[in-house]
């Protein structure tokens, strides 16, 4: 069974850019799609884009469309979201999951979490 792992959370202002990285081990991140969910203070989680298990397919939330960009690497085991030009709305708790349901709607359809990361915009 994979593992994630998160990191590059951060502060940032409006306007601004951090990457996060989700680190997998174990011998099925061929085999698994990933999810980045966000939870923001006070919501639900909600997923936020999902990458194929072949980087191949991609889909991303109407409100982060245009701003983010999924990526993976297969080398490194390693799945990339950039975000750029961040909003008020975008902080949260970013958590990264796998799946072998590409961009699954229920969460119990996920099988690894990561344990998050904070994103912070502030000016």
């Known amino acids: 069974q994979v593992q994630l792992v998160e990191s590059g959370g951060g502060l940032v202002q409006p306007g601004g850019s951090l990457e996060l990285s989700c680190v997998a081990s174990?011998?099925?991140?061929?085999?698994?799609?990933i999810t980045w969910f966000r939870q923001a203070p006070g919501k639900e989680r909600g997923g936020v884009v999902c990458?194929?298990?072949?980087?191949?397919?991609?889909s991303y939330a109407t409100s982060v469309k245009g701003r983010f960009t999924i990526s993976r690497d297969k080398s490194s085991n390693t799945v990339y979201l950039r975000m750029n030009n961040l909003k008020y709305e975008d902080p949260g708790i970013y958590s990264c999951?796998?799946?072998?349901?590409?961009?699954?709607?229920?969460?119990?359809?996920?099988?690894?979490w990561g344990q998050g990361t904070q994103v912070t915009v502030s000016s």
């Open positions: 999951a796998a799946t072998r349901k590409y961009c699954a709607g229920d969460q119990q359809d996920y099988e690894a």
């Open positions: 174990g011998d099925s991140f061929d085999s698994v799609h």
């Open positions: 990458i194929s298990r072949d980087g191949g397919q991609t």
